[in-house]
């Protein structure tokens, strides 16, 4: 039977227990642990600087070099320790390796940062006997915290979502659980050791075994800090889009100008594409497009000072333009089963042949509450209809966009004219004012707008309303 892995690794931070992991891993006969193989400073530990002949130099020339001689010089099952600052080249091949065992240890990130905060006060980051111990007290800094504390969360997160795409599970171990042999006998068996150990090793100490009261000189003022710490993301907007790509096919370069407009699915477009090809004195058609990644990196490589830019509608007027345009009318598109979906599904219920005859303000008001409901749990991810680019959030599409490219303005809908009128003047060029192309559909948004379709918008788009600052849209 074939070993369902060739080696490991041990997925940590600095003052978490991995030292202490490590000693016991190398307890059993069939597993090495060999430190942190990838730490900037130094191959595997202090004052070390090549392993297994490998030393600094080629390790940065061919990072995964030193894997290869770990399993071939290695009896049984070689494995490291792995921080957020080591080699991201070695963090992507190792998650993505099916044959690399994954241990994950964590530990309460308040008490890491006063352990790291001590060590580094004290200079001692390992402790082998009590009477050699170095006893500190630090103080709590709300910022320095932050940062640490948003550094482990983004590292978790790079893990988790590295083996949720490769399909693969990890070995999780909290740092109250290291000195628990049985423990330590099942993340052997997980790796795929055949031995057994009675005890853990004592050769590594806990160095601040104190409270937190006793190690923290302003503990009051830190206990208050934490107060007001979102630990569980209560403020987040939770987001179940797909990920888009960046569309850089609907991009559009003018024609001499050296200015990229990045389009929005209905979003203003035709209007500022007139404006596009006013600045060089042609029509749409002499507009650059259906470009591809390559195009446009030489196209900016070829316009050094070149700008790109962006517009943006308020939610709720760009929901009912998506309305008005795709839901509304009966059209012989790839809407078709969508609508009829909303319509026997959702009870969203517009002209099912497509004749606004008789169709009233009223029921378009209704119509429309009723597809800003359905908006809000189709971007959820709670609707079997997909989450078409047209109603997707603003946020979504420009976050696939910035893949390949940044916008150097957002101009929202009301700040176009004078938006384009300065971005022109920045490169040296003349360019006339714009208007936006006139709303269609049978009725405004001014005829049946009112606080309860702003409140349905929100809910929707909290996202875009969030990002963009955005108010309410009687207020634009």
């Keep these: 039977m074939s070993k369902p892995f060739e080696y490991f690794v041990v997925f940590a931070e600095m003052r978490t227990g991995s030292n202490f992991l490590e000693a016991s891993l190398n307890e059993f006969p069939d597993l090495h642990c060999y430190g942190e193989a990838y730490n900037p400073h130094f191959v595997g530990h202090h004052n070390k600087d090549a392993l297994f002949g490998v030393d600094m130099a080629q390790r940065e020339i061919s990072p995964l070099s030193l894997i290869e001689r770990m399993k071939e010089n290695t009896d049984g099952f070689p494995g490291f320790r792995f921080f957020n600052d080591h080699d991201p080249r070695v963090m992507a091949h190792v998650l993505a390796d099916p044959k690399c065992a994954k241990i994950i240890l964590t530990r309460n990130p308040l008490d890491s940062y006063v352990s790291l905060k001590i060590a580094a006060q004290t200079g001692q980051w390992k402790l082998s006997d009590m009477k050699q111990r170095r006893s500190a007290t630090v103080a709590f800094d709300r910022e320095e915290f932050e940062q640490h504390l948003a550094a482990k969360k983004l590292f978790q997160l790079d893990i988790l979502k590295g083996m949720q795409v490769s399909g693969q599970t990890g070995f999780y171990v909290a740092y109250e659980d290291i000195g628990d042999v049985d423990v330590i006998n099942g993340m052997a068996r997980f790796i795929g050791s055949q031995e057994q150990i009675n005890s853990t090793p004592n050769s590594v100490k806990k160095q601040n075994p104190s409270e937190l009261e006793d190690k923290v000189t302003n503990y009051t003022q830190m206990v208050k800090d934490l107060a007001g710490i979102d630990h569980f993301s209560l403020s987040d907007t939770p987001n179940f889009e797909p990920r888009r790509g960046p569309g850089v096919p609907g991009f559009y370069l003018a024609a001499e100008a050296p200015i990229l407009f990045i389009p929005v699915a209905a979003a203003p477009k035709q ?182 379709l702003e409140k349905l918008s929100m809910a929707a788009y909290r996202k875009d309303y969030i990002n963009f600052g955005f108010g309410a849209w009687d207020e634009g």
């Design 271 to 452: 209007s500022v594409l007139g404006w596009l090809a006013d600045i060089d004195g042609v029509t749409e058609e002499h507009l650059h497009t259906n470009l591809s990644q390559k195009s446009l990196r030489q196209w900016k490589r070829g316009n050094p000072g070149h700008r790109s830019f962006t517009v943006i509608r308020h939610p709720l007027e760009r929901a009912h333009r998506v309305f008005c345009e795709y839901i509304v009318p009966k059209r012989e598109d790839n809407f078709a089963d969508p609508r009829k979906v909303m319509r026997n599904k959702y009870g969203i219920s517009v002209p099912g042949q497509g004749d606004l005859e008789g169709y009233t303000k009223l029921e378009h008001r209704a119509a429309f509450a009723k597809f800003l409901e359905f908006l809000k749990g189709n971007l959820a991810g709670q609707t079997s209809v997909r989450i078409d680019a047209v109603w997707a959030t603003q946020s979504a599409l420009l976050q696939g966009a910035a893949g390949v490219v940044l916008p150097d303005v957002i101009l929202r809908e009301g700040e176009i004219s004078a938006g384009l009128v300065a971005l022109a003047q920045s490169l040296g060029l003349e360019a006339g004012a714009l208007e936006v192309e006139p709303e269609a559909g049978p009725f405004a948004l001014a005829d049946i707008y009112d606080k309860e």
